[in-house]
C-alpha cells in the first residue's frame, strides 16, 4: 500500500512513516516545503502524481494560544488546508485519514465523549480543527476521522519536554488540575493508524492512552518516571493560569469503545507509554 503522510517533520508524522516503513508500505511523507496544502493547486499536483491509496494528513496549526491571534492563518491550514487535501481525495476517490482533536467538544460534564457527539469548540484552534472535520465528511467517502489529546512524540515539541526542562531549571512547576483527560503517545497513536487505514471500517475515532489523568497528575508522573522527585509540582486551577489565551475543554475524556467494536488494538496505557518515551529521548 502506498500512503501519502502529511506533517513529516511534526511529532505524528514522523512516527506514521517510521511505522509504515517497518511494516514494507510505501510512505510518501511531505512537509510544508515539499506541498503547502493552503495551496490547493498544490494540493492536487503532488497528491496525483504521488500514485498513492490513501493520504494520512497529520499537517496541523497546533500553537493553541497563539491562534487566538492568527484566526487567518489557523483557518487556512486547518480547515482550508483539509478542504483542499479532501477534494483531491474524492476525485481520485481514495482514502483519506484526519487527525483531529478532542477540542472540539465544549469541554463540559464528567461523561467520556462519543465520537459522534456534537461539537461545539472553546476556542480557534477547536473550531479550525471542527471545519476541517465537517469537510472531510462532506466531500470523502472513505474517510477516517480520528481525535487524539495531549500528545507527546519523539520529533517535536510537547509537554513532557516542557515539564523535564522547567523541572531542571526551576526546581518546581504550577500544573493546571481541572482539565481531565488522557495523554496520546504517537508512537503507539501510529500503530494504530497504520493498521486503520488498511481497513475499510471508515468513520469517527477517538484514539488517546488509556487511563485518565489531569495536567497536574501527568506532570507528577513525568518527574516520578524521571527520577526527579525533588521537582515540586503544585496543582493551580485553570483561572488561575494566566499564560492561557485559549479556553481549554475541562473535560477531555473520550470514549474509545468504538475502536474495540471494530476490531482495533486500543493503546497501552498512559503510565506505561510514559515510561517507555523517556527511554526514547535525551534529556
Known sequence: MRILVTGVKG??????????????????????????????????????????????????????????????????????????IAEV???????MMYISTDYVFDGQGTRPWEPDDERHPLNVYGQTKYEGELAVEELVKKFFTVRIAWVFGVNGKNFIKT??????????????????????????LARLLVDMIQTDK???YHATNEGLCSWYEFACE?????????????????????????????NSRMSKEKLSDNGFERLPEWKDAVARYLKEITW
Not at 223 to 245: C, I, L, Q
Open 11 to 84: 511529532q505524528l508524522g514522523h512516527d506514521v512513516v517510521n511505522e509504515m516503513e517497518k511494516r514494507g508500505l510505501t510512505a510518501v511523507g511531505v512537509d510544508v516545503e515539499e506541498m503547502d496544502i493552503t495551496d490547493k493547486a498544490a494540493c492536487e499536483k503532488v497528491i496525483t502524481e504521488a500514485g498513492v491509496d490513501a493520504v494520512i494528513h497529520c499537517a496541523a496549526y497546533t500553537a493553541v494560544d497563539a491562534a487566538e491571534d492568527n484566526v487567518d492563518v489557523c483557518r487556512r491550514v486547518n480547515a482550508d488546508g483539509t478542504r483542499n
Open 89 to 95: 481525495c474524492k476525485k481520485l476517490d481514495i482514502k
Open 163 to 188: 515539564m523535564l526542562r522547567i523541572g531542571k531549571e526551576r526546581g518546581a512547576a504550577n500544573v493546571v488540575d481541572d482539565q481531565i483527560g488522557s495523554p496520546t503517545y504517537t508512537y503507539d
Open 202 to 204: 471508515y468513520g469517527r
Open 222 to 250: 513525568i518527574f516520578r518516571a524521571a527520577g526527579m522527585d525533588e521537582v515540586k509540582v503544585t496543582p493551580v486551577h485553570s483561572d488561575e493560569y494566566p499564560a492561557s489565551k485559549a479556553k481549554r475543554p475541562m
